[in-house]
């Protein structure tokens, strides 16, 4: 994945980066409520961001080249002790775009005497390597120090330079912290003769001044900002494009003696930059990889089925493995290369498929795409902060189908969840594009239906029952089914099956289509629940809702502030067929019970048909995210189930 | 650049071995000592030959990778790897290797991705690297998760040196060859190793086959021991207790007093400089610039992990407080044996108060006096003492068993009055809690981490109402801060309302899910086929009380479905572990007590379905309900 500016926009943010460095012994205690630990009030406080800058001055040199240039400065003020647990800082930054230099860090200490501080200035600096989670070789590098003496009342500054070599990776700017910012600002400095783009993204764009001034022959742009809420991150990280202020900024061309030369005025610029690292991608021999096409293909008739085939080889015999060094990072390693070594990152795989097709006489395309973390599309911000993935498109008689190998168990003609929504970026040869949206998938063909029929044998519930997994829901289970050992696997299905209470035993399970991505994944199951039905004298009381799903999931508004982001959309169904004792009646059953939204809904009822209670639960989730204003229509439907969830059926001897 | 071969005609055999996704098909290490003239030392070729069969995707993925840990490393020597699939044997002629520099030669590692893997395929390497050999002690683990054939350990070197080496859990004795000229070869073997799987409460790391070696003498000089505990401890005496500068003492001497320590008592001496160095001073192995500088470390607060001993030392002696300075090992990863000597158990640092009979554990934020980390006591330890000869001192060393805190050390008592409201149209409940010692651990020293307003998340998980849908109505803490830690229960009080949670409704009857009120139990009700015995982390005591009223016009029929006891005694036929609850009725009031122990952290694999049976009855107890019905 060509991850690399938002790797860089990350780094950035120092706070940030805190939540990385945290002592490994304090993160059991922390994992459950960090992020919390960061609110909006300010009592209890750790500290602040008294204030965050970062100068960007802009040229071009005599060579007509550009220059970006920019110095970053961060003072964060501590109010009390746990300030120690913040002492490790480091900057990261990719050492083939951009190069960190004069860093300097000190801590100011509180002394006896009122407002006077005792200066201690940070002393080692430490450089190293920086590998990035997934990536098996990058060029990732971090500076690291610690901030000495740190107390209640001291106050930590540090700052840099960071030269970027590569203009187009240059350009965005957070503007909140996980702590409370007190002041930022961020400037550009630029000749007039130099183009620029710039957009503010985030849910609340209203707290960013911006202003521009004339300077000479430069104009200045600041953006400036005060007292911004620090970030609450009950849900992951991914949010924060999507919902933190935050500035995109890049050069759209420059004028040097007399010409106009174009940097990333539009797509058609951001186009022909990545189109220049898949050009020329061509392998000496590949007779091996040939031989292989053929002996995929080989019976097959139509030309689906031959890219289902080569799709399906890819996936199962190609390892993820990300290897980005410098330009690396964009440029796909050759399909020979990456058959003979069985793996690669997204872009490799995707060059590989793109052969693979070429081989059997199947057109398809190169296509860059940014996944479901990214905001922007390529209109608004046609540069690389809008792509970190790379696929291969097909394209049959209109229809579009994204091939993206790096998850093993996706099929055809569904695109990976993390793609869902968002643009391809489709490369059509000669120097043509087209840029075509994702599908998002309906949550019909994600359905899991569960059904399973029970009986009572003394005190104990024993049944018989079958699920079948459909779409994204089949994705991780299969990976589960098919790597796990045999007493993992056991508790693997138990936990999957649980039904009642964790007295759940699961007798027997076995699994069809498991190999078989074109069909929903089954599984038959037979088992028992020990201590869930309650016999009272002459009746059976019993909890039908053997499953409850969402029960928990009641959003508490007075610490979550931001939208709630889910992979894919989903139906989930529970059918239990209650076999009725011999000598027994139903004497009791709740009634039928219902929320229907546009965008989350669910359907509770029940059905006596003669000897059998039926009792039909289904819960739909229509979207990939509930905004603020949904989460008290959301939690007026979680109590809802909540309330239903408490009803038990009763059932009578019969005198 | 890698190249690959064209694949060599090979009559493959696969190894066939059901259920396996992974099979080692070889796996050994050789150790060969030898005097290097360039490094003017005794250095080490250390050889890893492995042969690693994949059946499966995850494999696939977690074996076509290998790192290197460089820490020791001189250079590699050689480097050969090859993967055999059915259809042949690839070589791969040249290893494209990684380096990675991490901030410290500890984090820095070299590593390479094996090409051409495929499922069935097997992956053989086998590589050479000159290192730094670890004569003092070191190991070699041989048995893991997976199925391991094949394996061989092997030292070789002159015959003039000789070591002591010791098998674990069964791996195979080693033995001495003497029969080649001028050489030593000790050597241990084993065809196939099981796999042995982490089992819950079982001490899984430090059960695994393995063998621990050390060197012992080097001839002619065989009465010298080397790298004996008697050596160490004088190192260590010296190390710590060197003269130190005059500004250092000075520095010293006013901490002391600001710490106003000469009026206290030993306990409170100790108490006061731990806590005043545990909040103040940073402990990171990064710090580069003279970290052991106790001047330095006062101003910058800042040091590594010998310096804030030495930071302890100094305060101490300073202060006339008599201590012991310790080592010992992580008994969750390998329990220190008391019988063979070797500095590879060494692994952290603790004090001992003799005054007092208390440990610390001094690198340990979230520990204090008295409390060490739980993982460090049941364990034995070296002890240091430093001893006055003239105007110098000795350290003198000794073996410890550092004793388990008791039971009643690590309370956790809940105390629930529930209020039924009106008919069933909500729940009150008043809910008390107390827990101490080791319980607290992980929630004291963080709660003043968390701002005020969003204490919510950990305060729901403490009154055990996190996933039900209630009303917090009132709510106070007492001895929550560090002030307080470990010496005082920490103690919460929360009054809760509810008409959607912990009761149910069946027609006309309410469902009270009485068993819920203690929180969620860990159960063990999966039988599996159990390998390894019990140890627990530390001994517990959990002490519970509900209250009710059953409302007028009410019965509860099936009250005598709380009743419940299970006690084992130990061979001296003291009680070792349990679960009892009882309940007495004064009117329509209800009394459930009920009491859950474990006073011995070790139970032989005899006991261990005693043991099962003792966790699920607090599983059981979670689903006690009782039923409300109109009489």
Sequence with gaps: MIVRPLIDFLNRNTVLQKIIHIKPILLPVLLGCWFNTFAQTR??????????????????????????????????????????????????????????????ASTSVPTDKSNKYKKIAV?????????????????????????????????TSFSYTKKYFEPRLWGHFLFSSLFHVKNCVYTVTAPTTIRLKYKVFGDDKSQIEFRQEQKDKNTVYTWEAHDIDKITLPKGADGIWHDEPHLIIYVESFTFNGAEHSVLRNINDLYTWYHSFTKGLEDENKDGLADLVASIVEGKSTEIEKVEAIYYWVQQNIKYIAIEDGLGGFKPRTANTVFTRRYGDCKDMSNLLYNMLGMANIQSHLTWIGTTRIPYSYEEVPTPMSSNHMICTYKNDGNYYFLDATDQYNKLGIPTTHIQGREALIDMGNNDYEIVPVPV???????????????????????????????????????????????????????????????????????????????????NYDFTIDDYLIQNQDEILLNPHVSKDLANSYIDTSMVKTSIYYPFKNISANVLTIQIPAGYRVSYVPENNSYAGDDF??????????????????????????????????????????????????????? | MRHTTGAKSLNIKLIDEPGQNVVFLKDMKTIEFFYDEEFNSLVQYYTVHNKIQVNAHEAIEIYNKHYIATARVLGIEDLRVRVITPN??????????????????????????????EIGSQIEFIYTLKMVPQLEGSRELFQSDELKLNNDFHIYCEDKIHFNLKSYNGFAQVVLDTATEGKNHYSASMDRIEPLRPEPYGPYQNSLMRVEYKVSYIEPANDVKLYTYDQLANQLNTYFLEEISKKSIAKLKKLSQELKLSSRSEEEKIRTIEDYIKRNISISEAATQDPENIELILEKKVTNQRGVMKLFAWLFSTNQVDFLLGLTSDRSRVKMDSEFESYNWLENYLFYFPGIDKYMAPTEMLFRLGFIPYNWSNNYGLFIKSVKIGNTSAGIGEIRFIEPLPYDANEDKINVNVKIDGDFDALKLFINREMSGYNISFIQPVFDLVPEKERKMVINELLNISDKDVVLDEFNMENSSLETFYQKPLILHGVVTTSNSFFDKAGNRYLLKIGELIGNQVEMYQEEDRKLPVENEYNRNYERTISFNIPEGYEVRNLDDLNMDLVYKDKDGQLSMGFQSNYTMAGNEVKVTINEFYKSLEYPLEQFEDFRRVINAAADFNKKVLIFQKG
């Design chain 1, 601 to 655: 809904s669910y359907k509770l009822d029940y059905r006596h048909v003669g000897d059998k209670l039926i009792v039909e639960q289904k819960i739909t989730l229509n979207t990939l995210k509930i905004t603020p204003d949904q989460f008290d229509e959301w939690n007026t439907m979680v109590k809802g189930l909540f309330s239903a969830y408490r009803e038990s059926v009763v059932m009578q001897k019969k005198h």
């Design chain 1, 123 to 155: 002393t080692d600096f430490i450089k190293s390597d920086n590998r990035s989670d997934g990536v098996f070789y990058d060029d990732q590098k971090k500076i690291s120090f610690i901030f000495p003496a740190l107390q209640a009342g001291a106050i």
């Design chain 2, 88 to 117: 042949g044997v690839k070589e791969i002629d040249e290893v494209d290797l990684k380096d990675y520099e991490g901030e410290d030669k500890y984090s820095s590692y070299k590593y390479f991705a094996i090409d051409g893997v």
């Design chain 1, 441 to 523: 998938v309906s949550p019909e063909l994600n359905q899991v239906i569960d059904s399973a029929t029970i009986g009572v044998v003394n005190k104990r519930i024993s049944g018989s029952g079958k699920t079948s997994f459909r779409g994204y829901n089949r994705l991780a289970i299969t990976n589960n089914l098919e790597n796990l050992n045999s007493v993992a696997k056991q508790n693997f299905l138990t936990a999957l099956l649980r039904k009642g209470n964790n007295k759940f035993s699961l007798s027997t399970a076995n699994t069809e289509y498991l190999a078989n991505k074109n069909h929903d994944l089954v599984i």
């Design chain 1, 43 to 104: 009592d209890g406080e750790i500290g602040q961001v008294n204030d965050h800058r970062e100068n960007v001055i802009i040229s071009i040199d005599e060579a007509g080249a550009l220059k970006i240039e920019s110095r970053i400065s961060e003072e964060v003020q501590y109010f009390n002790d746990n300030a120690k647990l913040f002492g490790e800082e480091a900057v990261s930054y990719s050492a083939s775009f951009a190069e960190i230099t004069d860093m300097q």
